[in-house]
């Protein structure tokens, strides 16, 4: 009976949403991605995410049971549920749960994204018996989720991690969050494009990006060029490198982690990013932390872990029938 | 009985070390205060203070009854005993507990100071009934305590909460630490001190400060400068707001606290620094923390809350009395 049983569990990103039907053994039964559409409106969002879940059920043998469904979307609350002015969906305030009950009977459970893949990485990833350790997801925007004691820090308001909007640089970039310098400005997919700009503008070394269109200049592009030698690519990486590192250095001092966890597709630039990164790092890190700290990377593609850890979240907010709660890290 | 009973607590500060017999209600029984003299080695301090605590025992009837002993210091981890190269004593690596129990019969437990400044204010001080906060002590140095659902967040080596060690300037000044920017080169009693000369240097303006021996200027004049209405003095206090304030909006949006707990001798300042503290703080907060995180003042003196704590700690540690487990907030 426990294999035909499963939760769903959902990461909305800002570019692509991920859903994953996902087994007791943390096995994916089925899943399906798909582009984030945010200009239509988040009704219109939620609406094509419960059709695409019941399209994905309809193909399942009759006999499977959905436990409940967990969602992992950027700046959620969940002790309320709603999406708070999420800034890469150009929403304002949304109530998940109370928007997805309308099309699905099932128990909903919701939770930060980063949060939930610092859940799905300590269940089932790179941090699997890890019990305080800091993920940091570097992508279109930048989130982190804490585990502190084995238990995911979630903060007065459900709302801790906020990463992305610590001051990397003082008095530097403006944010999308209306702050300067937030490590979000530099080292998302973003920051990274704005850091190429930056020293097209700085430095008179000729570069292959001079023959993209302005609006065509993205992170993997510049990532490309690295990767082919271009130096003031190369040279982006090594100063996203050089700003990231002390953020994470802070992050070490706060919490005396045993690892930093990295996720996301800014972390598919590999070692043009991570050489330096692990590098500085080292050289950033209070005396007491030197050499104690290693910077793993997830191996989950864009996505799984916060699924992963969203069906676990959901575990923890729901009664489960009994060989769950043996049988899963959750 | 329970009356007779008690617990000792200790911070060992780097100025002064405070002692306080703490009953099961956390009132002091007894108290004493004195310089911590760190230049004799740790052998000499642990010394003296093995003695002043029998002192403080003879004096008190002979059917009181000590159920151990709980010490608060500096860089100290819990795990190991051992107070790790502490830059504020002097002193090389410190193993506190061996140490003592070469002097005293008594369970030992030791806990980072600003750990247990943070228990101790949920226990019984300004924290009471907060369940995620973070305490900070402005002092000699600066650390963090950092509660999270209702427990110290203590790191996978017992030394989390270094919010001292947290980039505040980038390519700051240096600190005792080796690195550059910390938030204690700029908010601890010295930072301000610091920011008193540099500021001298920068600005013509004349200062009653001028009057000062070099060696003789500490935060606390440029405090009694500033109360005369000393306008460097002032901007000084203003300075060391709007930088104290970018981190602590940091911490902020990594914790989502309920509150900020301040303490330690700089905050005797008052509104000379609480005032511009807690405007600038609220414009540099993240949108979604806006108007919801208070900045609260410890109401102890000196060392007195870390002491607490300590004795609080300690409870956490040993095997205690039944009555004690109902009646004491540890």
Known sequence: MENREFTVGVDLGGTNTVIGFVNIHGDFIAEVSFATQTKAGPGKFVEGLARRIKEMQDKLPDDCEC??????????????????????????EVNLISMLSDHLDLPIAVLNDANAAALGEMGYGVAKGLRDFVLITLGTGIGSGIIANGQLLVGARGLAGEFGHMTAVCDG?????????????????????RSALELMSDIKTSTVLE????????????????????????????????????SLADMAACFDPEA??????????????????RKHFEESLLHIFKGQIPILISKYPEGQAAVLGATLWLQQSIELPEHWKTNSPG
């Not at 060029?225 to 002390?246: M, N, P, W, Y």
């Open 67 to 92: 436990l409940g469904m967990g969602i992992a979307a950027p700046h959620v609350s969940y002790t309320t549920g709603k999406i708070v002015a999420p800034a890469n969906l150009g929403w304002g």
């Open 173 to 193: 970039r403006e944010c999308g969050c209306g702050r300067r310098g937030c490590v979000e400005a530099y080292a998302s997919a973003q920051g990274i494009t």
């Open 211 to 246: 023959r993209e269109k302005f609006s065509d200049l993205t992170s993997e592009k510049v990532f490309m060029a690295a990767q082919k030698g271009d130096s003031l690519a190369r040279e982006v990486f090594e100063k996203t490198a050089l700003i990231l590192c002390g």
């Open 260 to 277: 930093i966890v990295l996720s996301g597709g800014v972390v598919r630039a590999g070692n043009t990013l991570l050489k330096p990164l």
